[in-house]
């Protein structure tokens, strides 16, 4: 069985290989390759019978079951690519009949809504991380995986609707809403938030020495110095605290890996529960031995949900797994519990985002609108949801949790010179939210951090001379984004550890917009800040373009149908342009495509694009594109097309009453189609077409029996009908898959 899995493998890669293009990734090749192979044994079904389409249905099986765990992998990688490649509707449907025992584990697509968990998982080294959204459909859990930006603020409690592809448990999400909440499934972010703190370890995984009750207390509730406690309060201006009790350590009956976290948590509540009142807190944070190699130095919900225990029944609660190799000292252990704690408190990371110039080739402090620049998850080393620090959550943060409010800060969309108090100030305006140039939804969030309080007086002090600045726009969601606004730096203390735009150093002016601002004073009571809209910039960009269906189905010699969608990403102060539209892939194929489209900035267009395989084209899925291009601007869109076998159809009219098998004039001639894909009799919509001997035509649509295949049009020759040959051809529609009888070669009758 190896060695004939090991040779489809390598068969099916090596034929699929000239499909491939090269922005794939070696999964994405290989459930391309399996589409390939897969196609070709359905194909191989048509002209099959008795014991020979059997091995091929076994055959088959092997290849889906191959190809559904390629694909589940996939989507874990790339949700994106996984749409693409994924078979559309009426082809999985026809799949389905020519596999019917392994119908069950091709994927499916479809609408899927559900409650869901959200926990983000945080690397010690703060070089990755994990988010796994969980949603409950049916008694089942399913892993939710985005192409690019989940909704926005999603959280634990949300009821999840998502459009996409389930494969196993992985769904490729197309696209998603929050329809509603679970019922007191929320948490409030202000107040003192109850924390019970369970320590907890393994048969043979004991919990470090210095992990004691009293040293998880103090980093938790201490009232001076650092702990979550203390944080909380000076991050919140006294709005939020934290308070107590840490109860174990407690070793759990078997070992559980910190990626095995639901059980681990399931245990934990269960071994704190006689000494616990569950409902009387709303954050537990899990203390946990390391039990052998885990990847992670904590995990944190984001957001409650609702949990039970045996002895206490339904409470609400977020949960935190915090590694006892960093809860051994005070330091260590307000950082990790401070960062995953605000997950809890429904925070994302707190992240870079850094620019290039396209013309220059040099760092920029923003780029395009619209334009991601490049992200790093962790990249904040003034937040401690970002790397590893003291520095106080952001204005954006803030904002989110309620902790600024009102005239904390102010929305500034004019000209005009603000007074802005220290971020660690308890009262007046901290903050200024700036408005990226005029009629967009993009913003700069100003403040000024001093070195007051235990956690801002231990950030790098560059930042005290100026405005941290972080960016808002649609690519941002949940998360924050600090900018660099002094990109020329470089080494140990450039980048992003001295971000801050300082006090006379001139005008920061955004070339892609009509803002700019100044840092005109910073002392210890205020920083003064000058803002000024002026002429909106004609700044070019590069397009967008999007095509829809992400893989169509069809049959060699057929179009194929797509949209293709093309936005101008230019500035507000451009006029309209032209885009020339073309295509490259598939190679050899006819295309229809219109030369150009004339969009406005901002704006998006649609064109019809058809793609038609010449007549002899193999089965398989290939890449398909379309390109938008002006001058240096250009942008590029991905899909696939997948040629597949038609369904089989074949005629038969039986001999006339006639002693020569003709028919006599008023009798009626029995024209029987049978349909047949992938070896199987199918259901399908039959067009009869006949054509008399004085050229006239007449047609007669019959669906054919789904345990026969066949369709049998009666013809009741008339009067008028004349005497002499018929011919008959048909053509049969199986799901969206058109085949037809040979049109030089039709099945004829004489009339006499």
């Known amino acids: 069985m190896f060695r004939f899995r090991l040779a489809l493998f390598l068969a099916a890669f090596l034929t699929g290989a000239v499909l491939l293009p090269a922005q794939e990734n070696p999964q994405a090749a290989l459930v391309r390759s399996l589409n390939n192979s897969l196609l070709r044994v359905h194909g191989q079904l048509q002209a099959a019978a008795g014991n020979q389409a059997a091995a091929l249905r076994s055959q088959g099986g092997t290849i889906i079951e191959q190809r559904t765990s390629a694909l589940s992998a996939l989507i874990e990688q790339d949700a994106s690519q996984a749409l693409q490649l994924a078979f559309s509707d009426d082809l999985l449907a026809t799949l389905a009949a020519a596999f019917p025992q392994s119908a069950s584990s091709?994927?499916?697509?479809?609408?899927?809504?559900?409650?869901?968990?959200?926990?983000?998982?945080?690397?010690?080294?703060?070089?990755?991380?994990?988010?796994?959204?969980?949603?409950?459909?049916?008694?089942?859990?399913?892993?939710?995986?985005?192409?690019?930006?989940?909704p926005d603020w999603l959280k634990c409690g949300d009821i999840l609707r998502v459009d996409?592809?389930?494969?196993?448990?992985?769904?490729?999400?197309?696209?998603?809403?929050?329809?509603?909440?679970?019922?007191?499934?929320?948490?409030?972010?202000?107040?003192?938030?109850?924390?019970?703190?369970?320590?907890?370890?393994?048969?043979?995984?004991?919990?470090?020495?210095?992990?004691?009750?009293?040293?998880?207390?103090?980093?938790?509730?201490?009232?001076?110095?650092?702990?979550?406690?203390?944080?909380?309060?000076?991050?919140?201006?006294?709005?939020?605290?934290?308070?107590?009790?840490?109860?174990?350590?407690?070793?759990?009956?078997?070992?559980?890996?910190?990626?095995?976290?639901?059980?681990?948590?399931?245990?934990?509540?269960?071994?704190?529960?006689?000494?616990?009142?569950?409902?009387?807190?709303?954050?537990?944070?899990?203390?946990?031995?390391?039990?052998?190699?885990?990847?992670?130095?904590?995990?944190?919900?984001?957001?409650?949900?609702?949990?039970?225990?045996?002895?206490?029944?339904?409470f609400t609660a977020s949960f935190s797994w915090l590694l006892a190799n960093y809860m051994g000292d005070t330091n260590n252990g307000t950082k990790l519990s401070t960062h995953e704690g605000g997950h809890n408190l429904t925070l994302h990371h707190a992240s870079s985002r850094a620019f290039t110039n396209s013309t220059t080739s040099l760092p920029e402090s923003l780029g395009p609108m619209g334009v991601a620049g490049t992200l790093n998850e962790y990249g904040d080393p003034f937040n401690t949801m970002g790397s590893w620090n003291f520095g106080q959550y952001n204005a954006p943060h803030k904002v989110m949790l309620g902790w600024l409010t009102g005239t904390d800060y102010v929305t500034v969309q004019s000209n005009g010179t603000f007074s802005v108090l220290p971020f660690e100030t308890n009262t007046g305006m901290r903050s200024l939210k700036v408005q990226r140039g005029t009629g967009n939804n993009a913003w700069l969030w100003l403040e000024y951090r001093q070195p007051l309080g235990q956690y801002d007086s231990a950030?790098?002090?560059?930042?005290?001379?100026?405005?941290?600045?972080?960016?808002?726009?649609?690519?941002?969601?949940?998360?924050?984004?600090?900018?660099?606004?002094?990109?020329?730096?470089?080494?140990?203390?450039?980048?992003?550890?001295?971000?801050?735009?300082?006090?006379?150093?001139?005008?920061?002016?955004?070339?892609?917009?009509?803002?700019?601002?100044?840092?005109?004073?910073?002392?210890?009571?205020?920083?003064?800040?000058?803002?000024?809209?002026?002429?909106?910039?004609?700044?070019?960009?590069?397009?967008?373009?999007?095509?829809?269906?992400?893989?169509?189905?069809?049959?060699?010699?057929?179009?194929?149908?797509?949209?293709?969608?093309?936005?101008?990403?230019?500035?507000?102060?451009?006029?309209p342009s032209d885009f020339l539209l073309s295509t490259a892939l598939p190679d050899g194929w006819t295309t229809t495509l219109p030369p150009s489209q004339n969009i406005a900035p901002g704006a998006s267009v649609s064109a019809g694009m058809t793609k038609t395989a010449p007549t002899g084209t193999g089965v398989g899925t290939y890449a398909v594109n379309a390109t938008a291009s002006r001058g240096s601007n250009n942008g590029t869109g991905n899909a696939n097309a997948t040629i597949v076998v038609a369904?089989?159809?074949?005629?038969?009219?039986?001999?006339?009453?006639?002693?020569?098998?003709?028919?006599?004039?008023?009798?009626?001639?029995?024209?029987?189609?049978?349909?047949?894909?992938?070896?199987?009799?199918?259901?399908?919509?039959?067009?009869?077409?006949?054509?008399?001997?004085?050229?006239?035509?007449?047609?007669?649509?019959?669906?054919?029996?789904?345990?026969?295949?066949?369709?049998?049009?009666?013809?009741?020759?008339?009067?008028?009908?004349?005497?002499?040959?018929?011919?008959?051809?048909?053509?049969?529609?199986?799901?969206?898959?058109?085949?037809?009888?040979?049109?030089?070669?039709?099945?004829?009758?004489?009339?006499?």
């Not at 559900?114 to 990755?128: A, F, S, W």
């Not at 009869?688 to 007449?698: C, E, I, L, N, Q």
């Open 459 to 575: 950030i790098n002090s560059q930042v005290y001379g100026g405005a941290l600045v972080h960016y808002q726009d649609s690519t941002t969601g949940t998360h924050s984004h600090l900018l660099d606004m002094t990109p020329g730096t470089t080494g140990s203390t450039g980048g992003f550890n001295d971000p801050a735009k300082l006090a006379g150093t001139g005008t920061f002016v955004d070339s892609y917009t009509n803002v700019s601002f100044s840092v005109d004073s910073a002392t210890s009571s205020a920083m003064g800040v000058s803002v000024f809209y002026g002429t909106v910039p004609c700044v070019t960009a590069n397009p967008t373009v999007s095509i829809s269906p992400s893989n169509p189905s069809g049959t060699a010699g057929s179009p194929i149908s797509y949209t293709v969608t093309v936005t101008n990403a230019d500035s507000s102060g451009c006029t």
């Open 106 to 150: 091709l994927e499916s697509r479809g609408v899927f809504e559900g409650p869901i968990e959200y926990v983000i998982l945080d690397d010690p080294t703060l070089q990755r991380h994990r988010t796994d959204i969980r949603m409950q459909v049916a008694g089942q859990t399913l892993d939710i995986h985005f192409p690019e930006h989940e």
């Open 647 to 752: 369904p089989t159809v074949s005629i038969s009219v039986p001999s006339g009453p006639n002693s020569d098998g003709s028919y006599p004039a008023r009798s009626t001639v029995a024209i029987t189609a049978t349909v047949t894909s992938g070896g199987s009799p199918v259901a399908a919509s039959v067009v009869f077409t006949m054509t008399k001997p004085d050229g006239k035509t007449a047609t007669k649509t019959v669906t054919s029996k789904s345990t026969t295949g066949k369709a049998t049009w009666s013809y009741r020759l008339g009067p008028k009908d004349p005497k002499g040959t018929y011919s008959v051809r048909a053509q049969a529609t199986y799901n969206g898959q058109t085949g037809s009888t040979d049109p030089n070669n039709p099945v004829t009758f004489v009339v006499k």
């Open 164 to 314: 996409g592809v389930k494969a196993g448990t992985q769904v490729a999400a197309a696209g998603g809403s929050v329809t509603g909440q679970v019922a007191g499934a929320g948490c409030t972010t202000s107040g003192d938030q109850k924390i019970v703190a369970i320590l907890i370890q393994f048969p043979g995984y004991p919990l470090p020495a210095t992990v004691t009750p009293t040293m998880v207390n103090t980093i938790m509730f201490g009232s001076s110095g650092k702990s979550v406690n203390t944080y909380w309060q000076e991050n919140s201006y006294g709005n939020a605290s934290a308070s107590g009790v840490v109860v174990g350590p407690y070793t759990l009956s078997q070992v559980w890996t910190c990626d095995q976290y639901t059980q681990m948590r399931t245990a934990a509540i269960a071994a704190a529960d006689a000494d616990v009142d569950f409902r009387l807190y709303t954050r537990v944070m899990i203390v946990f031995a390391n039990p052998g190699s885990c990847g992670w130095a904590g995990l944190g919900m984001l957001g409650c949900s609702t949990f039970s225990s045996a002895g206490d029944g339904s």
